[in-house]
């Protein structure tokens, strides 16, 4: 009760949840929300990067030819994983609808008007990357202006990230809701930045992989295709900028955990972050030992590297939830007790619309069950009877005061704090009046 006091005493917003028990147990959404949203955000990552290295390719092979097949090579494929990750983006979503239903939809409600343009921005992007696509042969005589599509399209990919981490970072900030005015206020809250410079650098490394992968396959037909580069050519310039988007990642990545407010920090967060270091260090070896190494041996240890890295982001995703949770855990819990609160409330209203339906008078009540009903209002959030809640139990009071109403009234209108075990308790004194304050220690003193 005094944790909600004080938490509404600093302008810290504690809405009521809605009391519907989950389908399935919470560990069950949480590893779904974990792996659902890595798959989604794995091909993301190859659209965004996919693009910003099309973009490149395409105007390097304004001097160059080979980079503009490079580039259309690279093109073919954002379509696809655009639609892919589209589509493995409903299960993440949904699941943190389920699990941070209060938090989600402030943090959308807050930043408004950009969060709803997230639809009309894919949509754009997505048809531009079509266009793209398929007007090569087309616009090859004016790269400019097909150049300039994918440029557009580009833009729209790098800003959308920013909508979704400014809402999911907002989300972490209930003591900020009163207080932020819209997306631009969301945008400067701690941590933004950072993780959205550790994304892009996530998203070229995981292309870089992509690229070694897909020019690696043997059905795919290299050598029809380029006329200069040669297999290991690529394959090389995906190792190389996988290797450096990583090194990067490892000076960005203090950045993002020192900027990450203490609040949500903690031992277990501590330890699969380095876990995931741990991992990350040997497949960054690996792929500088492939590099440095001879030509026929580069495609070696490509799926132990995929396995290494892959180990290093599902600790980075579990870590995520962990902060997330760790974050919420105290303003979850004053939700809680908001909700109970509301709960007794609304089973009041109730039983006061059957008792007045059923022309029961209260003057016919007895003192004791008066004073039950004040009980109910104003201490049942923070006491049962026999058992410890926020406070002691009702049965302790009642065998400290018995056969003194008056202590036990003065107590309930200005109480000290006793025991360092139990939190400051808040006084009544302007809340009961005299005749509550007598029904309220005769219940008190009449439960055995």
């Known amino acids: 009760m005094i944790n909600l006091y004080i938490a509404l005493q600093n302008n810290v917003p504690v809405p009521k949840d809605i009391p519907l028990p989950l389908p399935m147990p919470e560990w069950f959404f949480v590893v779904v929300l974990v792996l659902s949203f890595l798959l989604h955000i794995l091909f993301v990552n190859l659209m965004l990067g996919g693009s910003i290295l099309t973009l490149a390719a395409q105007i390097k092979g304004l001097k160059n030819k080979e980079y503009d097949i490079l580039a259309h090579e690279i093109a073919k494929t954002i379509t696809v994983n655009k639609s892919i990750a589209v589509v493995l983006g409903i299960a993440p979503l949904l699941s943190i609808n389920v699990l941070y239903t209060i938090y989600f939809y402030s943090a959308n409600a807050l930043t408004g008007l950009m969060w709803i343009a997230v639809i009309p921005l894919v949509t754009i992007a997505f048809l531009l990357t079509y266009l793209h696509k398929y007007t090569w042969e087309k616009l090859e005589h004016h790269k400019a202006v097909h150049i300039s599509i994918l440029a557009v399209a580009t833009v729209i990919f790098l800003f959308i990230p920013f909508i979704f981490l400014t809402n999911i970072n907002l989300m972490l900030f209930p003591e900020k809701w009163a207080v932020v005015k819209g997306f631009v206020d969301a945008l400067f809250l701690p941590n933004v930045f950072p993780r959205y410079l550790h994304f892009i650098l996530s998203s070229l490394t995981v292309t870089g992989l992509f690229i070694f992968w897909y ?53 277990n967060l501590i330890l699969v972050i380095f876990s995931g270091v741990a991992f990350a260090v040997p497949a960054m070896w690996l792929i500088w030992k492939r590099l440095t190494g001879e030509k026929e041996n580069i495609e070696k240890d490509f799926y132990k590297i995929a396995f290494l890295l892959g180990i290093t982001v599902l600790c980075m995703g579990s870590g995520r939830q962990i902060y997330r949770a760790n974050s919420l855990e105290k303003h979850r819990e004053l939700v809680k007790i908001k909700t109970n609160e509301f709960q007794i409330l609304k089973k009041q209203a109730l039983a006061k619309i059957k008792e007045q339906e059923a022309g029961a008078a209260s003057a016919d009540m007895s003192e004791a069950e008066k004073g039950q009903k004040v009980f109910s209002q104003y201490c049942a959030s923070c006491h049962k009877i026999d058992e410890k809640l926020v406070g002691p139990p009702v049965l302790e009071m009642a065998k400290i005061y018995k056969g003194n109403t008056a202590d036990l009234q003065k107590w309930i209108k200005n109480p000290g704090k006793k025991r360092p075990d139990y939190p400051q308790m808040p006084g009544f004194e302007s809340q009961l009046d005299q005749q509550k304050l007598d029904q309220l220690a005769e219940y008190i003193l009449s439960i055995k």
């Open 215 to 267: 020019n690696s396959r043997k059905s795919y037909p290299f050598e029809e295709i380029y006329k200069k580069f040669t297999r290991y050519d690529i394959q090389k310039k995906g190792y190389s900028l996988a290797l450096t988007t990583s090194v990067c990642q490892f000076m960005i990545g203090p950045l993002v955990l020192l900027t990450l407010p203490s609040k949500g920090m903690g031992w």
